[in-house]
């Protein structure tokens, strides 16, 4: 695990807003073609190496989880999606930073391609998400352990989402 005064020194501004709280998060896992769509984001490992995850983020005060899903995957991927059932409980705790994080089925119409959005929490220069990418089982298996959310580890085919999982460090 790593501790708050081994987290990359370029980090510490970036992951400021989020460190020594509890946040509880809401990720969506969208499946395409056997692929699922993760977010790359910079500060949480070392020379700029991206931390890949579904893409999601804080639940905000007076939204239900599903609203809040809907926003956060529009920001980030610029989709429209629909919230299907409930997979996951994780809880994250890596230095300085920890959540409840809960991850539903998301479902987006068309074939309508991803663009890279934002975080409105943070400036155009000084943004945490990197990078959007498909990832096949496969490939995920084949990516250091520390590149990869928790949730996502032990994924040996697309089916493997769908098992409901409770994680708690």
């Given at each position: 695990?790593?501790?708050p005064?081994?987290?990359?020194?370029?980090?510490?501004?970036?992951?400021?807003?989020?460190?020594?709280?509890?946040?509880?998060?809401v990720?969506?896992?969208?499946?395409?073609?056997?692929a699922?769509?993760?977010?790359g984001?910079?500060?949480?490992?070392?020379?700029?190496?991206?931390?890949?995850?579904?893409?999601?983020?804080?639940?905000?005060?007076?939204?239900?989880?599903?609203?809040?899903?809907?926003?956060?995957?529009?920001?980030?991927?610029?989709?429209?999606?629909?919230?299907?059932?409930?997979?996951?409980?994780?809880?994250?705790?890596?230095?300085?930073?920890?959540?409840?994080?809960?991850?539903?089925?998301?479902?987006?119409?068309?074939?309508?391609?991803?663009?890279?959005?934002?975080d409105?929490?943070?400036g155009?220069?000084?943004?945490?998400?990197?990078?959007?990418?498909?990832?096949?089982?496969?490939?995920?298996?084949?990516l250091p352990?520390?590149?990869?959310?928790?949730?996502?580890?032990?994924?040996?085919?697309?089916?493997?989402?769908?098992?409901?999982?409770?994680?708690?460090?």
């Amino acid at each position: 695990m790593t501790t708050p005064s081994s987290l990359p020194d370029s980090s510490d501004a970036l992951l400021q807003a989020y460190s020594g709280r509890v946040r509880v998060r809401v990720g969506g896992l969208l499946l395409r073609d056997g692929a699922m769509l993760l977010a790359g984001h910079r500060g949480l490992l070392p020379e700029h190496t991206p931390f890949w995850s579904p893409p999601g983020g804080g639940w905000q005060f007076g939204e239900s989880l599903k609203e809040a899903l809907v926003r956060e995957f529009q920001e980030e991927t610029g989709l429209a999606v629909r919230v299907g059932r409930f997979l996951h409980l994780h809880e994250f705790s890596q230095g300085p930073l920890q959540a409840l994080e809960l991850f539903f089925e998301v479902l987006a119409d068309g074939d309508k391609t991803p663009q890279l959005g934002h975080d409105p929490e943070h400036g155009s220069d000084a943004q945490l998400l990197t990078a959007l990418q498909w990832f096949t089982p496969r490939q995920l298996q084949q990516l250091p352990p520390a590149q990869l959310h928790p949730v996502l580890r032990q994924v040996l085919s697309p089916d493997d989402i769908f098992v409901p999982q409770l994680l708690f460090s």
